[in-house]
């Protein structure tokens, strides 16, 4: 079965710093682009940050309004996947949900979410 | 960067209706990159279309995407209790940015 699980969320002041990671599991993990995408309160969708798959040479892009703050990446050893977010803002207060895209590089849809996880950012 | 617009806001109809989203995309949109994705309250989004018409897997032949270009449409063909929930399509674009659309949200009436 394929499975992601989302962990590192919590409480942080605004400028503070927090790590999320997703263990993946149930496929192989190095192959397959993955994505960050979150969610505010009440909100909609936003897609946050992705990497490529091993076959696409795991090439990282980001949402303007994280970029340059925010750092993605994956250990292909540890079937992990990270989310580095410094100099939190308020704005960046949502769930937070790792996704597997159905290709090495993203845009194929997708297929899996993890069940979330929650950051808030507050003084 | 490719902005999403989905009408209507909100579909109130009963079991059984037919039910027929839209999104529409500011420029063209390559068809194998249009996906369309369901939520209920407290879940994660599921995949239901990729490829704008092609349903992932265990997704019901209710389920119907047709659309090119910058129009695209998710018809569910007889609504069932389960699917009342908010719709979002996402696309990605040349610039590797992914966007979403702002969500149908289909309630029973």
């Known amino acids: 079965e394929v499975q992601l699980v989302e962990s590192g969320g919590g409480l942080v002041q605004p400028g503070g710093s927090l790590r999320l990671s997703c263990a993946a599991s149930g496929f192989t993990f190095s192959t397959y682009a993955m994505s960050w995408v979150r969610q505010a309160p009440g909100k909609g969708l936003e897609w946050v940050s992705d990497?490529?798959?091993?076959?696409?040479?795991?090439?990282?892009e980001y949402v303007d309004s994280v970029r340059g703050r925010f750092t993605i990446s994956r250990d292909n050893s540890r079937n992990t996947l990270y989310l580095q977010m410094n100099s939190l803002r308020v704005e960046d207060t949502a769930v937070y949900y790792c996704v597997k895209d159905r290709g090495s590089s993203s845009g194929w849809g997708f297929d899996c979410w993890g069940q979330g996880t929650l950051v808030i950012v507050s003084s | 960067e490719v902005v999403l617009t989905q009408s209507p806001g909100t579909l109130s109809l009963s079991p059984g209706e037919r039910a027929t989203l839209s999104c529409r995309a500011s420029?063209?949109?390559?068809?194998?990159?249009l996906a369309w994705y369901q939520q209920k309250p407290g879940q994660a989004p599921r995949l239901l279309i990729y490829g704008a018409s092609s349903r992932a897997s265990g997704i019901p032949d209710r389920f119907i995407g047709t659309g090119s270009g910058t129009d695209f449409t998710l018809t569910i063909s007889r609504l069932e209790p389960e699917d009342f929930a908010v719709y979002y399509c996402?696309?990605?674009?040349?610039?590797?940015?992914?966007?979403f659309g702002p969500g149908t949200k289909v309630d029973i009436k």
């Open positions: 990497i490529s798959g091993s076959g696409s040479g795991g090439a990282t």
């Open positions: 996402q696309q990605y674009g040349g610039s590797r940015i992914l966007t």
């Open positions: 420029q063209s949109v390559s068809s194998s990159y």
